[in-house]
């Protein structure tokens, strides 16, 4: 199986900065895309930011400018630095990613992490 493993959230201040990893271990061959979203309360999951294997990377509007996605494949991680946080950053943060089990198979599986708060008010 594969699990991921979430840090970095918690309360920060209007203009402050967080910045969030996600790490996963497990039955892994490779990771194809890595992905942030999030939910806040009584609205749908969104997508924040991903990144592909080859390093592209794709932003909401909402956090275009001020968040940075970015990935380590030798430590199977990818990280969300948050500046300029505003209190509508306010949810439950979540990563995601895109795995390739063995090497014999292309098919690819979604695995999520069990989810960060993150909290801007003051």
């Known amino acids: 199986q594969v699990q991921l493993v979430e840090s970095g959230g918690g309360l920060v201040q209007p203009g402050g900065s967080l910045r969030l990893s996600c790490a996963a271990s497990g039955s892994i061959f490779s990771i194809n895309n890595m992905g942030w979203y999030r939910q806040a309360p009584g609205k749908q999951r969104e997508l924040v930011a991903d990144i592909t294997s080859g390093g592209s990377t794709n932003y909401a509007a909402s956090v275009k400018g001020r968040f940075t996605i970015s990935r380590d494949n030798a430590k199977n991680t990818v990280y969300l630095q948050m500046n300029s946080l505003k209190p509508e950053d306010t949810a439950v943060y979540y990563c995601?990613?895109?795995?390739?089990?063995?090497?014999?198979?292309?098919?690819?599986?979604?695995?999520w992490g069990q989810g960060t708060q993150v909290t801007v008010s003051s």
């Open positions: 995601k990613f895109m795995v390739t089990k063995t090497r014999w198979s292309t098919n690819r599986y979604p695995y």
